[in-house]
Nanobody, 129 residues
Framework: QVQLVESGGGLVQAGGSMRLSCVAS?????????????MAWFRQAPGKEREFVAT????????RYADSAKGRFTISRDTAKNTAYLQMNSLKPEDTAVYYC?????????????????WGQGTQVTVSS
C-alpha cells in the first residue's frame, strides 16, 4: 500500500510564492520500489475538471509541465526523504485550486490522471488578487 500526504497549501497574494510538499510512505517509500515510480501534481478548481500541472520521474528526474506552469512552477524530488515538491512562483488568482499529489509505478512521466495509481488527499491553494 502507498500513502501520499501533501502539505504547504494556504492563502497567498497574487505574485507571491508557495511550496507544496508530498511525502510518500508505505511501499512507495521503500528503496527498492521508489526508484521505479513517477510523481505528479494535479489541481482541481471549483466547477472544473482535474488538470495536470507537473510530473517528475523518480530516478532520472525527468520533468514535464503544463503550459500554464512553465516558467513559474518547478517540480523536484528528494529521494532520501521520499518527498516531491512543487515550487510555485508568480502565483495568479487562476492558480487557486485544490492541489493533489499522485504516484504511478514505472519511471516514466505521464500527464493523464487515469495513469496514476495513488493519490493524496489534496491541499488547498488560494491566490488572492
Amino acid at each position: 500500500q502507498v500513502q501520499l500526504v501533501e502539505s504547504g497549501g494556504g492563502l497567498v497574494q497574487a505574485g507571491g510564492s508557495m511550496r507544496l510538499s508530498c511525502v510518500a510512505s508505505g511501499r512507495a517509500g521503500s528503496g527498492r520500489t521508489s526508484s521505479n515510480a513517477a510523481m505528479a501534481w494535479f489541481r482541481q478548481a471549483p466547477g472544473k475538471e482535474r488538470e495536470f500541472v507537473a510530473t517528475i520521474s523518480w530516478s532520472a528526474g525527468t520533468t514535464r509541465y503544463a503550459d500554464s506552469a512553465k516558467g513559474r512552477f518547478t517540480i523536484s524530488r528528494d529521494t532520501a526523504k521520499n518527498t516531491a515538491y512543487l515550487q510555485m512562483n508568480s502565483l495568479k488568482p487562476e492558480d487557486t485550486a485544490v492541489y493533489y499529489c499522485a504516484l504511478r509505478w514505472g519511471d516514466i512521466t505521464n500527464t493523464q490522471s487515469q495513469r496514476y495509481d495513488y493519490w493524496g488527499q489534496g491541499t488547498q491553494v488560494t491566490v488572492s488578487s
